[in-house]
């Protein structure tokens, strides 16, 4: 999806540069999602980085992270013994590593243009080469998606070698090569989330091919990728995943399939999933389909939406929330009537201007004993907070913030409603913490680099239990991580006993049943994973569910599961149809006795086809051996950092041009440019500098911006020097010569913004700067001969208008949650209230006030509502014709149907006795007022937004309705309907418009209008390259 959004760089960049800005120069070192409107990213915290050097990769880390890092850095090198093996590459120098305490953190770095979603678990970028990721919860994820991101270095640097054509070929290759293959090498077969993916489309016999994945976003590239690039691997061995990848970097991914398999993508396609369907097809015999897994409460056909997770149901068992992408356009919580799924109302994380989000991938809700309250986890100011919400009015009673934890996840309220059990992150590592509701106190319940996670508390109040990685298979000296595990936490003597219950399969979501003897959870020792309960007592377990797909949440540890031990009923999200249903069930009419498996991590079900690899595996071999590549845990110690270093390093050059600059009567200047970028590691930093050249000394222009971001408090500076330069040509009979008057506006300026947001919805702007318009005519007398050749050139220079000198300073509120679509925004609010005064040869103030509102229920039609006002009060008159003109109205950005190219004058004009033109000069002022209304259509996008899923040409139909007014001191406005009065009234246009996005880079928009103050043009038709406002 093309994303419209611009946050407070680009905006800084607009205001330095003024007139003539050069958008090349600002597109590397400054958001691309910035300028006049936009969410922030806000440096909550200052951090002061340090570097750690290792063998082949540079560590970048704060103090907090210290305990982690050493580790990190050793992980990182045994990574790259493998993947250097298996590529058969080395690197040629050291890559950056950029590694945040947690996700929160991450959300605020600068090495990322734009915003980061919950879902982004690391970047690699290929400007820097750098790795820049978050520690996760647990270890065994930091490592596994440590190895993703490594993959991804490694593929940049090879598409970098000449041999491969550039890293462009690397953009241009289907997102499933790349993250299929980085999914494949860093976790290999036994991956049964993929499996569950793959079996849910063998359930409906979809089978995409290759082609299809590529082109239909609705494929998750991640998850298909890994199942075709492990198909390969175990078809053709490993070495044939990086073959492949070679080949496609050269001839493209099709001709690398024909090249190196002989057979065509659909061929190969077919015969994925005939081995997909040999794998699964009889494991799936005697499950149940999702629609048939206890009773569907939460559905697309009930009124959810198509991603319904992290369910959690009220003591009483009477009320549900969850967590939905219902509205399209992000995850909220909703609550819903259990007994009718009748959805009740949305609990909205926009409902506060300073609530950034609600964690919803690895966290779910959890309700007071008496079933009034819920608390989740929100993001505010820079880390996670613990909120509580009044459920019956959604309101957010409270916001606690934990002090030093970064991060929280899954809050558990106890039995007697004082306290709050939850998972917190400090320096990466998470522990256990109870926060006392009553005194605000938090205590540290486990203190160790475990990971512990998802705690549940027993009926009385004295244990929790909750899910660990304190199996047999985890030796942090080794940097070796087993599958989650239950364990048990005395709230007394803060002793801890864990529990293996299926040996090499994954137990998450523990839950005390309502005798406090049993325990509920979901694994997969099968590859299927499904709601279970043990009785602690003897150890009988009983299968509650038997998913054809599986019980699952968004990622494989997320909570899926909940139970009301008031009235004995479950909940669950089920995997269907690329998305997630919650069903109800009571345990009674479905438990099954069951043994317990004594290994499930070989059983077919969590393996990835085919089913009997060719050849032993270069993957698997090197996922058991934990030992090649892993130094001494005292090889890399943070006592071995240096202080950051934040020199600015060249980014991007532009391809320098330079050659003659002819005009068409045969005199020659020089013509040219370039420009270039730096920064520094972390972004923080940035400068753009540009040079120009477009005929004489004079046509020299040049620019040059820095911004600084590293605080809070964002500031920049700009200064230019910009030639603008206008011609006319006329005809000498006389002389027989031709006439060319050359116009220059040479625009020199120093200018700066300070931005402060307040949140990642609301800034503040301080803009200032001196500027000098300086003026220069020149005349030119070419004498020519009968054959047009230029034989004699005369040159003079005019006297013209004294400089224009003027200092400036501007204040600006500026606000927006808003949702942005294809082509335009669908959802929330924008708005901006500046004031700007201008001093010096002339003085005058610019006022701004423009409000905007989206109106959507979560469907696909939206109504938009803008208010506009600009204006210059003030001494505005006298320098027309010096490059300062008055608003015109017929801009497409205010109104339709008045454009300049509209107009056929002296035609379509109707004169009077003030204005040859009425028509026309009641478009111009230095202050309009515009008021707009839009109804807005998606007709083709993706499915869940757009009537006809076809994402490749995004198109909005708009019908509108404009209106608006301009004037100024000189020529005040006349507050009157009417359709001919030649005065400066308010003028109108109805009509309908196509907006249409072309490959994520260009919206068009043709429009059909009519204005109503041109009663005499009827119709008219134009376009503009705008998006919508």
Request: contains cysteine.
């Amino acid at each position: 999806m093309a994303s419209m959004k611009r946050t407070t760089a680009y905006r800084i960049a607009r205001t330095v540069f003024g007139l003539g800005t050069l958008a090349l120069i600002l597109s590397a070192p400054l958001p691309a999602s910035a300028q006049y409107f936009g969410r922030n990213k806000v440096q909550y915290e200052n951090r002061d980085f340090w570097e750690l050097p290792t063998l082949n990769w540079t560590v970048y880390f704060y103090a907090e992270e210290s305990e982690a890092i050493e580790d990190i850095a050793r992980m990182a090198e045994r990574w790259y013994e493998r993947f250097s093996r298996v590529f058969q590459h080395e690197f040629e120098r050291r890559k950056p590593l950029i590694i945040y305490a947690d996700h929160p953190d991450f959300q605020q770095t600068n090495t990322i243009t734009g915003a980061i979603g919950q879902g982004v678990g690391g970047v690699t970028e290929s400007m820097k080469d750098r790795v820049i990721m978050p520690l996760a919860p647990a270890y065994r994820e930091t490592d596994r998606i440590l190895g993703h991101e490594l993959v991804h270095a490694f593929q940049f640097n090879i598409a970098k070698s000449a041999s491969s054509g550039g890293a462009m070929r690397l953009f241009q290759m289907p997102l499933w090569v790349v993250e299929g293959m980085a999914e494949y090498l860093s976790m290999g077969r036994d991956h049964p989330h993929t499996a569950m993916w793959l079996r849910d489309h063998i359930l409906r016999d979809e089978k995409p091919t290759l082609k299809e994945i590529t082109r239909n976003p609705k494929y998750f590239a991640y998850r298909f990728g890994q199942g075709f690039i492990s198909y390969l691997g175990g078809t053709y061995g490993d070495d044939a995943v990086q073959d492949f990848f070679r080949s496609a970097l050269r001839m493209g991914w099709e001709g690398a399939i024909e090249y190196e398999f002989r057979m065509r993508e659909d061929s190969i396609s077919m015969q994925w999933w005939d081995a997909v369907e040999t794998a699964y097809r009889p494991l799936m015999a005697g499950k149940t389909d999702p629609y048939e897994t206890g009773d569907v409460l939460l559905c697309v056909e009930c009124g959810a939406g198509r991603t319904n997770v992290a369910p959690s149901l009220s003591p009483d068992g009477r009320y549900i929330v969850f967590q939905s992408e219902k509205d399209l356009f992000s995850m909220d919580l909703y609550l819903a009537d259990v007994g009718t799924g009748e959805i009740l109302r949305a609990l909205r994380r926009n409902q506060t201007a300073y609530i950034d989000g609600i964690r919803f991938i690895d966290s779910s809700g959890s309700w007071s004993p008496d079933s009034r309250k819920l608390a989740f986890i929100i993001t505010a100011n820079g880390d996670n907070q613990l909120g509580i919400v009044d459920v019956q009015s959604g309101r957010l009673e409270d916001r606690i913030e934990i002090e030093g934890l970064g991060a929280l996840q899954n809050p558990a309220w106890s039995p007697d409603g004082t306290k709050i059990a939850l998972t917190g992150l400090k320096g990466g590592i998470s522990d256990l913490y109870l926060y006392d509701l009553e005194t605000g106190d938090v205590r540290q319940l486990t203190n160790d680099k475990h990971a512990d996670l998802q705690a549940s508390w027993s009926p009385d109040g004295s244990k929790l239990v909750f899910v660990s990685d304190r199996g047999p298979g985890t030796n942090f000296d080794e940097l070796t991580f087993g599958e989650y595990i239950l364990s048990f936490l005395d709230l007394e003597t803060l002793a801890v006993n864990s529990m293996t219950v299926f040996a090499g399969s994954k137990h998450i979501n523990p839950i005390f049943d309502h005798t406090g003897e049993g325990l509920y959870f979901v694994s997969d020792p099968d590859g299927f994973p499904d709601v279970y309960h043990m009785r602690l007592a003897d150890g009988e377990m009983r299968r509650i569910t038997r998913a054809a797909t599986g019980v699952s949440g968004i990622t494989a540890s997320s909570p899926a599961f909940s139970y009301a031990p008031g009235a004995d009923l479950l909940a669950f999200s089920v995997f269907h149809e690329r998305g997630y249903i919650v069903n109800t069930a009571y345990a009674r009419d479905m438990a099954t006795l069951v043994d317990v498996v004594a290994d499930g991590s070989t059983h077919p079900g969590r393996l990835l086809p085919p089913g009997r690899p060719s050849g032993r595996s270069r993957v698997a071999g090197y996922l058991d051996d934990q030992f090649t590549g892993l130094v001494a845990d005292d090889v890399y110690t943070t006592d071995q950092a240096e202080p950051y270093d934040p020199s600015l390093q060249l980014d991007f050059i532009g391809q320098p041009s330079v050659g003659p600059s002819p005009d068409p009567y045969g005199t020659y200047g020089v013509g040219g440019g370039t420009y270039a970028t730096f920064s520094d590691m972390l972004g923080d930093r940035s400068l753009g500098v540009a040079l120009s050249v477009n005929g004489g000394v004079r046509d020299i222009g040049a620019q040059a911006f820095y911004l600084n971001q590293k605080k809070r408090w964002n500031w920049g500076l700009g200064a230019q020097h910009m030639p603008y330069l206008m011609m006319a040509v006329g005809f000498d009979p006389n002389s027989f010569a031709y006439v060319v008057r050359k116009f220059r506006i040479t625009v020199d300026g120093l200018n700066g913004l300070v931005a402060y947001p307040l949140s990642g919805t609301r800034r503040l702007e301080l803009t200032g700067g001196l500027t000098r318009y300086s003026y220069h005519l020149e005349e030119e007398r070419l004498r020519v001969n009968r054959y047009g050749q230029v034989w004699d050139v005369q040159r003079r220079e005019i006297p013209t208008y004294d400089p224009v000198n003027l200092a400036s300073a501007g204040l600006a509120f500026v606000g927006d949650n808003s949702y942005v679509g294809f082509t335009s925004p669908v959802r929330g609010e924008r708005f901006r209230l500046g004031i700007e005064t201008t001093n010096g040869t002339m003085n005058y103030r610019t006022m701004t006030a423009d409000y905007r509102r989206y109106f959507n229920n979560g469907g696909p039609f939206t109504l938009a509502v803008r208010g506009l006002h600009l204006g210059r009060y003030g001494d505005t008159g006298g320098l027309y014709g010096r490059g300062f003109y008055p608003f015109f109205l017929g801009n497409e950005y205010f109104m339709r149907g008045y454009a300049y190219r509209s107009f056929d004058i002296p035609y379509d004009c109707t004169p009077s006795d003030n204005s040859p033109c009425p028509e026309w000069d009641r478009l111009f002022g230095h202050r309009v007022g515009v008021v707009n209304a839009e109804f807005r259509l998606p007709i083709t996008g993706i499915e869940e937004f757009g009537l006809f899923d076809f994402p490749y040409l995004p198109t909005e139909l708009t019908f509108f309705a404009d209106m608006g007014v301009s004037w100024d001191s000189q020529f005040p406005a006349t507050w009157k309907w009417s359709r001919t009065d030649p005065r400066r009234i308010p003028v109108a246009s109805t009509g309908a418009s196509l907006r249409i996005n072309i490959l994520g880079a260009l919206i068009f928009e043709m429009y059909y209008a009519y204005p109503w103050q041109r009663p005499g043009k009827g119709w008219v038709r134009g376009f503009s390259l705008m998006p919508g406002w």
